[in-house]
């Protein structure tokens, strides 16, 4: 018997890969960008960006997301062209390298999700459809999709004013139904149901009330009926909880993390790759999910794990 009635995640399928409540994945984040929010994980160098992606696959990564453009609204301004340049020959050097490697590109824009054809597996959509090609591009060129919640917001805007409603759950709920419609235009445009993540997007529109709401609802999401994806690593929201810049903020990352697994999210987005595999695998074995790794704990000496 459970020992509560835990969420049962739906699995992912990417490049014949499972990832489900025994094994969810991994996604290490590298940055094709000088000026990442955090420090740690600034690959503008070519060489620093390979040596990123080999330790990230060494340290337990199952899928390597690329991005090329900074997410918030500082920093500098990065047109199509650019953002081809610095990340469409890197996916294919690590598809080369990496033959079985899951890969993702981080883009709001169809143009470098079309250029990057036949070297991803997903394409992580963070700006909730803002270019409604995009969609059909990855469906084209076979690639899985991430479904997005910015509170309507256009790329690069930081969050200000941002309301829901007076209810606190009015945002768990705006997250839901624009998560749901998502979906459902991402099956319609021909991508499998298996290859649809749905992410609460925390952070992207929403203030850091809103965001641990909707984390504390993470479950909510996972009813959806589709893989969730939770990018929760050093962001803002954990920054403001504990009043703790980006470099510092590891710790309550890796309990959001915990958080998030315990309540049926399969994907979890991350600068430190070691640690949330190890928290993960945890979690997952606290589930009851996943098997412990060895048994030798009062086990009487001489006698194997297999014999006990």
Same mark, same amino acid.
């Given at each position: 018997?459970?020992?509560?009635? /835990?969420?049962?995640?739906?699995? &992912? #399928?990417?490049?014949?890969?499972?990832?489900?409540?025994?094994?969810?994945?991994?996604?290490?984040?590298?940055?094709?960008?000088?000026?990442?929010?955090?420090?740690?994980?600034?690959?503008?160098?070519?060489?620093?960006?390979?040596?990123?992606?080999?330790?990230?696959? !060494?340290?337990?990564?199952?899928?390597?997301?690329?991005? @090329?453009?900074?997410?918030?609204?500082?920093?500098?301004?990065?047109?199509?062209?650019?953002?081809?340049?610095?990340?469409?020959?890197?996916?294919?050097?690590?598809?080369?390298?990496?033959? $079985? *490697?899951? +890969? $993702? /590109?981080?883009?709001?824009?169809? !143009? #470098?999700?079309?250029?990057?054809?036949?070297?991803?597996?997903? #394409?992580?959509? =963070?700006?909730?459809?803002?270019?409604?090609?995009?969609?059909?591009? *990855?469906?084209?060129?076979?690639?899985?999709?991430?479904?997005?919640? =910015?509170? @309507?917001?256009?790329?690069?805007?930081?969050?200000?004013?941002?309301?829901?409603?007076?209810?606190?759950?009015?945002?768990?709920?705006?997250?839901?139904?624009? &998560?749901?419609?998502?979906?459902?235009?991402?099956? !319609?445009?021909?991508?499998? *149901?298996?290859?649809?993540?749905?992410?609460?997007? +925390?952070?992207? %529109?929403?203030?850091?009330?809103?965001?641990?709401?909707?984390?504390?609802?993470?479950?909510?999401?996972?009813?959806?009926?589709?893989?969730? &994806?939770?990018?929760?690593?050093?962001?803002?929201?954990? %920054?403001?909880? /504990?009043?703790?810049?980006? !470099?510092?903020? /590891?710790?309550?990352? +890796?309990?959001?993390?915990?958080?998030?697994?315990?309540?049926?999210?399969?994907?979890?987005?991350?600068?430190?790759?070691?640690?949330?595999?190890?928290? &993960?695998?945890?979690?997952? =074995?606290?589930?009851?999910?996943?098997?412990? *790794?060895?048994?030798?704990?009062?086990?009487?000496?001489?006698?194997?794990?297999?014999?006990?």
């Amino acid at each position: 018997m459970a020992p509560l009635d /835990l969420p049962r995640p739906t699995p &992912l #399928v990417l490049r014949g890969r499972r990832f489900d409540a025994s094994a969810p994945a991994v996604m290490a984040i590298v940055n094709r960008t000088r000026d990442s929010f955090f420090s740690g994980n600034r690959h503008d160098d070519l060489d620093s960006a390979k040596a990123a992606v080999d330790a990230a696959l !060494e340290l337990g990564a199952d899928i390597v997301d690329v991005g @090329g453009v900074r997410a918030g609204q500082e920093g500098e301004v990065v047109d199509a062209d650019e953002e081809i340049r610095r990340v469409v020959p890197f996916l294919q050097w690590v598809r080369e390298a990496h033959p $079985s *490697a899951v +890969l $993702s /590109l981080d883009t709001w824009r169809s !143009e #470098v999700a079309r250029e990057a054809a036949g070297a991803v597996d997903l #394409v992580n959509d =963070t700006w909730a459809g803002h270019d409604p090609d995009l969609v059909h591009v *990855a469906a084209r060129v076979g690639a899985g999709y991430v479904i997005s919640h =910015t509170g @309507g917001l256009p790329p690069r805007t930081d969050p200000v004013e941002v309301t829901y409603g007076p209810d606190p759950l009015d945002v768990v709920r705006d997250v839901v139904a624009t &998560l749901a419609r998502g979906a459902r235009t991402a099956v !319609e445009a021909g991508i499998p *149901a298996e290859r649809v993540l749905v992410d609460p997007t +925390l952070d992207f %529109g929403k203030t850091t009330a809103h965001s641990l709401e909707v984390l504390r609802h993470t479950a909510d999401v996972v009813t959806l009926g589709f893989p969730v &994806l939770q990018a929760m690593s050093r962001k803002d929201f954990v %920054g403001e909880t /504990l009043d703790l810049p980006a !470099e510092e903020r /590891l710790e309550g990352s +890796l309990a959001s993390t915990a958080v998030a697994a315990w309540l049926g999210a399969t994907v979890f987005r991350a600068h430190d790759v070691r640690a949330t595999r190890r928290v &993960l695998d945890m979690v997952a =074995t606290i589930r009851g999910d996943r098997p412990q *790794a060895v048994a030798v704990r009062g086990v009487p000496r001489g006698v194997g794990a297999d014999d006990a």
